[in-house]
């Protein structure tokens, strides 16, 4: 296989080839809506170039500008030149790209409508669907493929339909499904790839037994369908590897594959082929393979590092005393489960990958992850005892131990002791803070953000450890800035954790931002309202828009971490769980009310 660089290099090629075809079909208005919005949802998963960027924006609002005022789309573009009804295998495929590119556009108010469209068109309750538009018995027919693009468009915003499921399941279990429509069963599978994942061995099995000995599944463009479905069905590699390296030599000359019906004049089928779409498709598989390659080395690094740290926390667990060994082990590794993303063990070596100058070594790295996981195992039973009496009878001298060891790591190591006092009586003024006043039902002064991230700030040692190992000063900007990040990222996470746990805290008589606000609203609107409708019609909205608020500081801050980063892309990662839960929720009271408006409008 060629090395990732000159793939990539293969890629920005094939997109400048599809410029010239998109401009060439414009010109001879050889264009529709359906290969536009197929074309704009294959170079999504090459969206990190500026140039696939370009032509996707482009291609976007290009169909906005089609679209009728109920949200459909037709086949054909303009008004005035539509020998068909509009139809759902256009509308969704052009609604899966907007989604991709432009998820802003689809308001409450475009849900609503999208739901009355399908509710119209439905066979039965939830699924499947109708392909055309009109009420008329010569257009009525349901077509897999086109519920196929439906289902993608659904499952990208979260929303699951058994019906549609149970019906792809009797057309899975059909071996040779049929389209009035679409010529071959590989384009098919391509549409289901991105959301029907139950009968993936099944799918993967059936394209893999129609590859020819030169690594091509027929044509270039069921090549790169079958590519694009084996990567993101997670299927066979050796497989995957000969059809990339088909598409590599001979993606160049790019032919007019046919894979769908245009249209039927006089009973002769007049088939409909773009090679534009082609070009745009093994764009797709290439990056897909690059996305997964990339992932899969990260990965393979990583879980090599996870094994020596448990090997260092091995060897640090022996020299404690035996009959403590046992029991204080149990309680490590019990914690380290918890931490599902290894963010813990991971930050620091993450940090020093990423660092612009590398001249610390990996004995050093391993310490700082030591560090960081011995001040969590402390803090957490600290945490434990205030918040519920320590019901899991840990000792306390566990805690000191960690802490002790910890400390002894960061002066070991010449982290700045002015530094580390200040993050460290960070961390125990929040505890304080948490005892004196948090723990009493009736508080209901100002909870003050360091109460909120200020318990986990110590999370922050290991990257400053680093930053001051390379030589950056307590007062500089990247090391200022890297504080900040992380109070903001800590104030999101506990936001999130609160927001969570709103229920169990207010039983326990624990105050937190989230139960005050709670508490002050109920007294306001009194018993007219619920506790539960309280937090999910307001508090929730208000706290996601608090998060994406301080995620917006965080992000800002990249600007001064660059500097001494190479790739923040390691700080975005462990933030964007957060900005994903926040969004979700305010989308969902968004779409709640647009659609509430839009129905009573009706």
């Known amino acids: 296989m060629e090395k990732e660089e000159t793939i990539q290099a293969h890629v920005e090629q094939l997109l400048i080839c599809l410029e010239n075809k998109l401009a060439g079909a414009k010109e001879a208005n050889r264009q529709t809506n359906f290969t536009l919005a197929l074309i704009a949802r294959s170079l999504h998963a090459g969206h990190r170039s500026e140039r696939a960027r370009n032509i996707g924006h482009r291609l976007i609002n290009e169909l906005l500008k089609e679209r009728r005022t109920d949200w459909t789309w037709n086949y054909h573009i303009g008004a005035n030149n539509n020998i068909y009804p509009n139809d759902l295998d256009d509308t969704f495929c052009v609604l899966h790209a907007i989604s991709l590119w432009k998820k802003d556009h689809l308001t409450g108010e475009v849900f609503a409508l999208i739901t009355k469209i399908l509710i119209h068109n439905e066979v039965d309750v939830g699924g499947?669907?109708?392909?055309?538009?009109?009420?008329?018995?010569?257009?009525?027919?349901?077509?897999?493929?086109?519920?196929?693009?439906?289902?993608?468009?659904?499952?990208?915003?979260?929303?699951?339909?058994?019906?549609?499921?149970?019906?792809?399941?009797?057309?899975?279990?059909?071996?040779?499904?049929?389209?009035?429509?679409?010529?071959?069963?590989?384009?098919?599978?391509?549409?289901?790839?991105?959301?029907?994942?139950?009968?993936?061995?099944?799918?993967?099995?059936?394209?893999?037994?129609?590859?020819?000995?030169?690594?091509?599944?027929?044509?270039?463009?069921?090549?790169?369908?079958?590519?694009?479905?084996?990567?993101?069905?997670?299927?066979?590699?050796?497989?995957?590897?000969?059809?990339?390296?088909?598409?590599?030599?001979?993606?160049?000359?790019?032919?007019?594959?046919?894979?769908?019906?245009?249209?039927?004049?006089?009973?002769?089928?007049?088939?409909?082929?773009?090679?534009?779409?082609?070009?745009?498709?093994?764009?797709?598989?290439?990056?897909?393979?690059?996305?997964?390659?990339?992932?899969?080395?990260?990965?393979?690094?990583?879980?090599?590092?996870?094994?020596?740290?448990?090997?260092?926390?091995?060897?640090?667990?022996?020299?404690?005393?035996?009959?403590?060994?046992?029991?204080?082990?149990?309680?490590?590794?019990?914690?380290?489960g918890k931490d599902a993303r290894n963010e813990i063990i991971l930050l620091p070596y993450r940090t020093s990958k990423n660092l612009r100058k590398r001249n610390v070594n990996s004995i050093t790295v391993m310490s700082f992850s030591m560090a960081n996981t011995l001040g969590w195992c402390a803090y957490s039973i600290y945490d434990q005892y205030i918040d519920s009496g320590n019901k899991d009878n840990i000792p306390l001298a566990f805690a000191n131990i960690f802490q002790k060891e910890m400390i002894l790591v960061y002066r070991d190591l010449h982290l700045n002791n002015a530094l580390m006092h200040s993050i460290l009586n960070q961390v125990e003024w929040a505890y304080w803070f948490e005892q004196s006043f948090l723990c009493c039902k009736n508080y209901a002064g100002k909870i003050p953000n360091k109460a909120i991230y200020g318990k986990s700030i110590g999370h922050v040692l290991p990257v400053v450890a680093l930053l001051s190992a390379h030589g950056y000063k307590n007062?500089?900007?990247?090391?200022?800035?890297?504080?900040?990040?992380?109070?903001?990222?800590?104030?999101?996470?506990?936001?999130?954790?609160?927001?969570?746990?709103?229920?169990?805290?207010?039983?326990?008589?624990?105050?937190?931002?989230?139960?005050?606000?709670?508490?002050?609203?109920?007294?306001?609107?009194?018993?007219?309202?619920?506790?539960?409708?309280?937090?999910?019609?307001?508090?929730?909205?208000?706290?996601?828009?608090?998060?994406?608020?301080?995620?917006?500081?965080?992000?800002?801050?990249?600007?001064?971490?660059?500097?001494?980063?190479?790739?923040?892309?390691?700080?975005?990662?462990?933030?964007?769980?957060?900005?994903?839960?926040?969004?979700?929720?305010?989308?969902?009271?968004?779409?709640?009310?647009?659609?509430?408006?839009?129905?009573?409008?009706?």
């Not at 009109?134 to 439906?150: E, L, M, Q, S, Y």
Request: aromatic share 14%; with cysteine; proline share 3%.
């Open 128 to 336: 499947p669907y109708k392909t055309w538009i009109i009420d008329n018995r010569k257009w009525d027919d349901t077509d897999p493929w086109v519920n196929a693009n439906i289902g993608a468009f659904l499952a990208f915003h979260n929303i699951s339909l058994p019906n549609l499921e149970k019906y792809f399941d009797d057309v899975i279990g059909n071996r040779f499904p049929k389209s009035k429509y679409y010529l071959n069963q590989d384009s098919l599978y391509y549409f289901l790839s991105f959301w029907h994942k139950k009968h993936f061995p099944k799918i993967c099995e059936a394209i893999i037994s129609g590859q020819e000995a030169n690594g091509s599944f027929g044509t270039l463009l069921s090549t790169a369908f079958s590519v694009c479905t084996l990567i993101r069905l997670n299927g066979d590699k050796s497989s995957i590897v000969k059809a990339l390296n088909y598409i590599l030599k001979n993606s160049s000359a790019v032919p007019n594959d046919p894979f769908y019906i245009d249209r039927i004049v006089d009973d002769k089928i007049l088939y409909a082929e773009s090679d534009a779409f082609t070009v745009a498709l093994c764009i797709e598989a290439l990056s897909l393979y690059l996305q997964s390659l990339s992932g899969l080395k990260n990965l393979h690094c990583e879980i090599e590092y996870i094994k020596t740290f448990h090997k260092y926390m091995y060897n640090w667990i022996k020299n404690i005393p035996k009959n403590m060994a046992k029991p204080l082990k149990e309680y490590v590794y019990t914690l380290l």
């Open 475 to 602: 007062n500089s900007k990247e090391i200022k800035s890297c504080i900040q990040f992380f109070k903001y990222y800590l104030l999101v996470r506990q936001l999130s954790d609160d927001a969570h746990d709103w229920k169990e805290d207010m039983m326990k008589g624990n105050v937190t931002q989230v139960t005050q606000h709670i508490c002050r609203l109920q007294k306001k609107l009194g018993n007219s309202i619920t506790r539960e409708q309280i937090f999910w019609e307001r508090v929730s909205l208000y706290t996601a828009r608090r998060m994406l608020h301080s995620i917006h500081k965080a992000k800002y801050l990249f600007t001064d971490l660059k500097e001494c980063f190479e790739d923040t892309d390691f700080l975005s990662d462990i933030i964007a769980p957060y900005k994903k839960i926040a969004q979700d929720i305010i989308d969902e009271h968004v779409k709640m009310l647009g659609f509430i408006e839009k129905m009573n409008r009706k």
